[in-house]
T-cell receptor, first 113, second 113 residues
């Protein structure tokens, strides 16, 4: 049972480039979400999804795009990378309404130069 | 969502009990208290959740007084591998679910030999 899998683990981008961070879960969870964590800080919610075809914005959505075409996958797109997006990105999933036990991936460390 | 306050850091020694107190003065009636643990370079991991009184599992205990304005996470007989950041989260399970978690700065626990 793999849980939540994120790829890649590390990425360096140039300012203005775009890329997609992949997230997949094999637990048949309804809810998935993306967080970013800056050095020495807690996690901040970027976007989340309560099911296939449904997404919504979190606390810091600007510069990011998401889609949820399947239950398993929830990719995060950086439209035009900026140095302020240098961070560690975590994907999480949970069973659904009323359940706050979230399962997190190992993270993607992104550097924008 | 209720704001939480917890110590920035704590030091302990192997074999000791570690108690981390979290203040949440404006906790709402429907709010639950949840603790996550995060090791360096990993995503957070759910430890324990409670609503009132005491909850215990194989990892930790959670003590919640009657007024619910604070809570204490207790880690019995810590080892070096318990060195991590511990986050206290407060929220309504039905509204927040697992995909809209609000993380504060956490408490950095260092266990020394």
């Amino acid at each position: 049972n793999a849980g939540v899998t994120q790829t890649p683990k590390f990425q360096v981008l140039k300012t203005g480039q775009s890329m997609t961070l992949q997230c997949a879960q094999d637990m048949n969870h309804e809810y998935m979400s993306w967080y970013r964590q800056d050095p020495g800080m807690g996690l901040r919610l970027i976007h989340y999804s309560v099911g296939a075809g449904i997404t919504d914005q979190g606390e810091v959505p600007n510069g990011y795009n998401v889609s949820r075409s399947t239950t398993e996958d929830f990719p995060l797109r950086l439209l035009s990378a900026a140095p302020s997006q240098t961070s560690v990105y975590f994907c999480a999933s949970s069973r659904g309404l009323g359940d706050t036990e979230a399962f997190f991936g190992q993270g993607t460390r992104l550097t924008v130069v | 969502l209720a704001k939480t306050t917890q110590p920035i850091s704590m030091d302990s020694y192997e074999g000791q009990e570690v108690n981390i107190t979290c203040s949440h003065n404006n906790i709402a009636t429907n709010d639950y208290i949840t603790w996550y643990q995060q090791f360096p370079s990993q995503g957070p991991r759910f430890i324990i959740q409670g609503y009132k009184t005491k909850v215990t599992n194989e990892v930790a205990s959670l003590f919640i007084p009657a007024d619910r304005k604070s809570s204490t996470l207790s880690l019995p007989r810590v080892s070096l591998s318990d060195t991590a950041v511990y986050y206290c989260l407060v929220g309504d399970n039905l509204k927040a679910a697992g995909n809209k978690l609000t993380f504060g700065g956490g408490t950095r626990v260092l266990v020394k030999p």
